[in-house]
């Protein structure tokens, strides 16, 4: 034992545990039959994955703990996200610690295969789509790039629901994915912080006559953190994501106690309980939900407590340098309460006035904007704000006060212009907009997408750009080649690797040397057979969960994300429906055989996805049913569509599906996984597309549709019915659809998915784009048909996603937002 100060240590206490198999096994012997109490391996591999697990994560924590000291005097970042769509973690684990090969000896005593283990553990879905799994991309590429960034989210005990589809239609089950244990978590209660609700603001005067205003009679909840390691990529660096699981504090409502009800006002210490029970699943606006309001606040506020307590603890309440070392990055607006809170945790409880608390505030808050459609822009009730948090809206109300001084400056006389930007939206029910308190709050605001950033600033924030242009700039998406490439895809990794060398997984850019082998025969063959072999693991997936049997040598034309109108599953499935009614008419001509598959959850709520859904399915079981459509067309709507899923369908797929109407898509980041795995994409000119189109040098990529630019004017004079008549492909497929083929016992189902494909006001101007879309998917069927050409094509979009590694995206951050390499603390003291 030493002892430095009062606090004593075992000796060894930092010595990770070493990665070698024999102490591996031993390891693992012991979890497994004294942490879990078990002696035989059952059919069930669940044990068994757990005392992996928890071996695994013996050789994390010691790690963790090293990595955050060595970080403690560096200038850091905390990623504020309400989501995490982390999914599984021992595999990855095993691949950034590079111990593949011990873990498989060791797992030999059990006779058992990490493949087989590895499927016992759960998908963890604490994210909606794109946006919770860029989080959780960047925590890897944080962590391999050996940055000082933390996460910090909501553990939630519900993550994203499990879709099951009966008779064609969604149901949404629960995800109670805590319920088996996580072994991944560090539970760490002595950092519990609270976080205050409801009550009111009292004002006082000090001995020197100063007012002071301080939150009152509040409704406490705490904080209890649970630490996930992040390993980087052979790096011995791991990160840490901090999750925020909400409980009840000791005290009870002292008048019901005090009239004989003990049992009730125990059991009211739920209600603290459900601040972190489920995620919305909604990835878009579904505003004005008050349990979400305190999801956000809870987070924002237990996370930057968390900062402050530990700038405290090295420098006491000397908050002069506090801004050279923090950035608060706000995934979204749904963390931008941040802004409001950090305020008042400097005014209020640490002292500071108000300038110097806003100096911080907007030297340390950076804001990333995910959406360009209006209606999802966040919005919350002052009243609502005002009953929850008193103290936050007084806070939002003298930053506004303060703003729209500015505004005057700069356009003086001109009311408009304070009603536009004002943080405060009038109307008989005012509006807190979140997103320009996150813009008058930041130091830096970001789009996700070169083409999307530009909409921001030419649109979304005009306004804003005229005020503070160099606000504004572009972080382009990307996607973690560890995850997405290394793991899912061993065999190419493997191709790869026999080629050009390893380097590639971490210096993803390296990936564009496989080009010099595009000539080389033996070099696409092998690549053709990876592409197979991998195409048979996802026929045996949609056998097993759509009962549908797909052909490894028919050509897999995939889309998987979200369901939403705006992503266009209706394009998609009305270009099924024209190659149906081909078939039927003998007209192969020129026709490859296809199987194509469609997944992805709609929103509980959002009645339209899931009538797409339903139809998508009904089409299916149509196509499918009928033996002329056998050789040539194949269908399957993909059950419970999430992060273990892409593992297997992007190896697989040979063209990728990414047809949103131009201007509405931020970025897309599934396109990039597809793109890597050396999928062809047809798409529209949006979001990353133009930048994956660029990459390729505008070939081998198959554009169509209506440009951003256009889309407005085409709007202006949109006449749907017209479009339908001028186009003899188009009329057959709605006079199909009108004609209830698909819908033989249900009749009407479809009707306002007619009814808003020939509505002149369809903003989604499906029927617009359809021509340009077969057009585009007749060069793809006459670009298979040359299996070799395409094999080329492939290799060469693999070669091009270089930069959609999120290494690349990180290292923007890192030096153009969050300067971590700027400060001489960071660099390797
Ligand atoms: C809003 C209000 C209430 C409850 C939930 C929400 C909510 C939740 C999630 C709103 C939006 C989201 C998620 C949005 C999202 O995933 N956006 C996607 O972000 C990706 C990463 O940048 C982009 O690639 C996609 O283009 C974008 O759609």
Redesign the pocket.
């Known amino acids: 034992m030493t002892t430095s100060g009062n606090v004593c240590h075992p000796v060894d206490w930092q010595d990770a545990p070493t990665l070698d198999t024999e102490t591996l096994a031993d390891d693992l012997a012991r979890h497994f039959h004294y942490t879990l109490g078990r002696d035989k391996v059952g059919e069930s591999q669940h044990y068994l994955y757990q005392a992996l697990a928890l071996t695994i994560r013996d050789r994390l924590v010691s790690r963790m703990r090293q990595t955050r000291e060595d970080n403690s005097k560096k200038r850091s970042v905390a990623y504020l996200s ?2 995490f769509l982390i999914g599984r973690s021992l595999n990855n684990a095993i691949l950034n610690l590079e111990m593949e090969q011990e873990v498989k000896q060791a797992l030999a005593n059990y006779c058992a295969e990490l493949e087989r283990v590895g499927e016992a553990e759960h998908d963890a879905g604490l ?8 989080a959780a991309c960047f925590l890897d590429s944080c962590a391999a790039m050996a940055l000082p960034v933390t996460g910090y989210g909501i553990r939630y005990e519900y993550g994203m629901f499990n879709q099951r589809i009966d008779n064609g239609y969604q149901i949404e089950q629960p995800d109670h994915w805590l319920r088996e244990g996580h072994p991944w978590e560090l539970p760490a209660p002595d950092k519990t912080v609270r976080v205050k609700f409801f009550g009111h603001v009292a004002v006082h005067k000090d001995e020197q006559g100063r007012l002071h205003r301080e939150w009152v009679d509040t409704h406490d909840v705490y904080a209890v953190p649970y630490d996930v390691p992040v390993p980087g990529c052979g790096n011995d660096v791991v990160n840490t994501l901090r999750l925020w699981k909400s409980e009840a504090t000791d005290e009870f409502d002292l008048s019901e106690f005090n009239a004989g009800g003990y049992a009730e006002a125990v059991a009211k210490k739920n209600l603290a309980e459900q601040i972190s029970m489920v995620l ?1 699943p ?6 004005g ?1 008050e349990l ?1 309001l305190r999801q956000q606040y809870f987070l924002c506020s237990a996370s930057l407590q968390d900062r402050i307590n530990r700038w405290i603890e090295l420098n006491g309440e000397d908050f002069t340098e506090f801004a050279d070392y923090h950035v608060f990055q706000l995934n ?1 607006t ?1 963390p931008s309460i941040a802004v409001a809170e950090l305020m008042r945790l400097l005014i209020d409880e640490h002292k500071l006035d108000w300038q110097q608390a806003w100096d911080i505030t907007t030297k340390t808050m950076a804001y ?1 904007n ?2 360009l459609l209006p209606e ?1 822009l ?1 919005k919350w009730s002052v009243a609502l704000f005002q009953r929850l948090l008193p103290r936050l809206m007084e806070i939002i109300y003298e930053i506004n006060a303060r703003f729209l001084t500015e505004v005057a400056k700069k356009w003086p006389g001109c009311s408009d212009k304070q009603r536009a930007l004002s943080l405060i939206e009038e109307g008989p029910y005012p509006q807190v907009r979140m997103a320009y308190l996150a813009i008058v709050g930041s130091f830096s605001v970001n789009g ?2 070169a083409l ?1 950033s530009k909409l921001l600033v030419e649109r979304l924030f005009k306004d804003f750009y005229e005020l503070w242009p160099h606000k504004f700039n572009n972080k382009t ?1 990307g996607v973690t080649p560890r995850r997405w490439l290394a793991h899912c895809n061993p065999q190419l990794a493997q191709l790869l690797t026999e080629n050009i060398g390893q380097t590639w997984v971490k210096d993803f850019s390296q990936i564009s040397k496989i080009k010099d082998y595009v000539n080389d025969s033996k070099f696409t063959a092998q690549w053709a057979k990876v592409k197979r072999d991998n195409k048979l693991k996802l026929c045996e997936l949609v056998q097993k969960h759509c009962g549908v049997e797909f052909d490894a040598d028919m050509m897999f034309d995939v889309q998987v994300k ?1 369901i939403h109108e705006y992503k266009r599953q209706l394009l998609n499935i009305l270009h099924v429906i024209h190659l149906y009614r081909r078939i039927c008419d003998g007209d192969t001509q020129g026709m490859v055989p296809r199987c194509v598959l469609i997944g992805g959850k709609a929103a509980p709520g959002y009645d339209m996805a899931k009538q797409i859904i339903k139809l998508i399915c009904n089409v299916a079981k149509t196509v499918n049913d009928d033996p002329r459509a056998q050789p040539w067309l194949r269908v399957a709507f993909l059950p419970n569509y999430n992060v273990t899923a892409m593992e297997t369908i992007c190896p697989a797929a040979d063209l990728s599906e990414q047809i949103s109407t131009a201007g509405k ?5 599934g396109n990039m996984k597809f793109m890597m795995n050396g999928a062809l994409t047809i798409g529209t000119l949006d ?2 597309n133009v930048e994956m189109l660029e990459a390729l040098g505008g070939e081998d990529f198959f554009v169509f549709g209506a440009q951003v630019e256009e889309v407005d004017a085409i709007r202006a004079n949109y006449n749907a019915q017209e479009i339908i008549n001028n186009d003899k492909n188009l009329s057959a497929v709605i006079a199909l659809l009108e004609s209830g083929h698909f819908n033989l016992c249900e009749p009407g189902i479809f009707n306002s998915i007619l009814y808003v494909l020939k509505s002149d006001s369809d903003p989604w101007l499906t029927c617009y784009d359809f021509a340009s879309y077969v057009q585009a998917q007749e060069q793809v069927s006459a670009a298979y048909q040359n299996k070799a050409r395409w094999t080329q094509m492939s290799v060469l979009n693999t070669a091009a996603s270089g930069t959609f590694s999120s290494d690349r995206t990180i290292a923007q951050y890192s030096q153009e937002i969050w300067q971590l390499q700027h400060t001489s603390n960071s660099e390797g003291e």
Not at 127 to 134: A, C, D, M, Y
Not at 282 to 287: F, G, I, R, T
């Open positions: 309400l989501e994210g909606n789509g794109g946006l919770g799994r860029l919305y909604n990835d878009a606006s579904e505003n939900k979400r979204d749904h990333t995910h959406t999802a966040e996700v997408a999307h998406n979200r898509e931020a970025s897309g980041t979001g990353a």
